[in-house]
């Protein structure tokens, strides 16, 4: 089944730190680009990170210089370290992938999205 599945949101205090993971069940061109994108009640979806099969990423300006997102091929999986997290940044995160030749920034209109993951800041 092609799925992904995302994991690793909680709780965490400000300033705290989190690792979202997505584990990829889908054929090699279909997780070509990969990315995240969050949503908070009430709020427009948003883009947060995406990375291209040759490692190549982009980063909202909200999120540079505290997340980073990977990947690893061999694993088939997606990675999003969250580093110095804000209230602001509390949201449900999604995992995304498709062609890199059908990508949208950030993957805001990707095919294959995950059901997501609740991250949670408290000050």
């Known amino acids: 089944q092609e799925q992904l599945v995302e994991s690793g949101g909680g709780s965490v205090q400000a300033g705290g730190s989190l690792r979202l993971s997505c584990a990829a069940s889908?054929?090699?061109?279909?997780?070509?680009?990969m990315g995240w994108f969050r949503q908070a009640p009430g709020k427009e979806r948003e883009g947060v990170a995406d990375?291209?099969?040759?490692?190549?990423?982009t980063y909202a300006d909200y999120v540079k210089g505290r997340f980073t997102i990977s990947r690893d091929n061999t694993r088939n999986t997606l990675y999003l370290q969250m580093n110095s997290l804000e209230l602001a940044d509390t949201a449900m995160y999604y995992c995304?992938?498709?062609?890199?030749?059908?990508?949208?920034?950030?993957?805001?209109?990707?095919?294959?999205r995950g059901q997501g993951t609740q991250v949670t800041v408290s000050s």
């Open positions: 995304v992938a498709d062609r890199c030749w059908d990508w949208t920034l950030f993957g805001l209109s990707a095919r294959y």
């Open positions: 889908l054929s090699t061109d279909r997780r070509e680009c």
């Open positions: 990375i291209n099969r040759n490692g190549g990423t």
